[in-house]
């Protein structure tokens, strides 16, 4: 551990153990993979889909931040130790992660139709109406929830509290782990292919978790490029039509 990840760091993997909470967090893999699917299927229909389905991932949101709040405060508070730098690595960290994506998914041959911050394409921004543009952004909140959901799952509880014995096996729990954060995104693109970048993001998320031992890097990483893509992208939206540009 360098200087940096000594004063951040906020988990010793040794002394991780597996807790009732934690069994229940598990299941909002699956959870998430399911209404996914399932919105993803009616989406065409309307937009109370899409409007259910962030519904959803707010409340696994609040449930975690409840469950959890313990360990997010004393994360936050080692985080704070060398925020400065903290805050460097996320803004990095977010552009490093979407980078990745791109690059990724440059080399596929099936890119998919759709991402994980797609606009819901009932709704045109460029032309809705104001109670539509709030509706728009409310749906778009879904992937930013999702970030916090995915970080305390696959980074808090599928590698730190696993990350246990010898080299061989920290990397199958590494890649392992990565391949499956990826799969979880089957119902954006609908094949596997689809999913491959996502699988590079979570490889990218878990190097930074275990490097740093301190939960808030990956989701504020994770949270600022969703955030980016989605409100960032309504955002200039809304400038553009304030000022008559669009």
Same mark, same amino acid.
């Given at each position: ?12 993997? &040794?002394? *991780? ?7 229940? $967090?598990?299941?909002?893999?699956? &959870?998430?993979? @399911?209404? #996914?699917?399932?919105?993803? /299927? ?15 991932? &707010? ?39 979407? @980078? =990745? ?24 921004? &460029? ?40 080299? /061989? ?39 930074? /978790? ?7 890097? =990956? ?5 600022? *490029? ?5 409100? #960032? $992208?309504? $955002? ?11």
């Amino acid at each position: 551990m360098n200087q940096f990840s000594k004063l951040v760091s906020a988990e010793n993997f &040794l002394d *991780n153990r597996w807790a009732k909470k934690d069994y229940f $967090a598990l299941l909002l893999v699956p &959870l998430i993979f @399911i209404v #996914g699917l399932t919105m993803q /299927y009616f989406s065409t229909n309307s937009l109370l889909p899409a409007i259910i389905d962030t519904s959803l991932r &707010l409340m696994m949101f609040v449930f975690l931040i409840i469950v959890y709040g313990k360990m997010l405060r004393q994360h936050w508070n080692k985080f704070k130790q060398a925020w400065k730098r903290s805050i460097a690595l996320v803004i990095v960290g977010a552009v490093v992660l979407q @980078i =990745v994506i791109s690059s990724v998914r440059s080399f596929l041959p099936v890119h998919g139709n759709s991402s994980e911050t797609d606009m819901p394409s009932l709704i045109d921004p &460029l032309t809705a109406s104001p109670g539509m543009f709030a509706v728009l952004f409310y749906i778009v909140l879904g992937p930013i929830a999702t970030a916090l959901i995915e970080d305390i799952v696959f980074r808090y509880t599928l590698l730190g509290k696993v990350f246990q014995g010898s080299i /061989y096996r920290k990397i199958c729990i590494l890649i392992l782990n990565s391949i499956i954060f990826g799969l979880i995104h089957y119902y954006n693109f609908g094949s596997v292919i689809g999913t491959i970048p996502f699988m590079f993001a979570g490889l990218f998320l878990n190097i930074i /978790y275990l490097w740093t031992r301190n939960i808030w890097h =990956v989701l504020l990483i994770h949270a600022f *490029n969703n955030t980016v893509l989605t409100i #960032g $992208a309504l $955002a200039f939206i809304g400038l553009l039509r304030l000022f008559g540009l669009s």
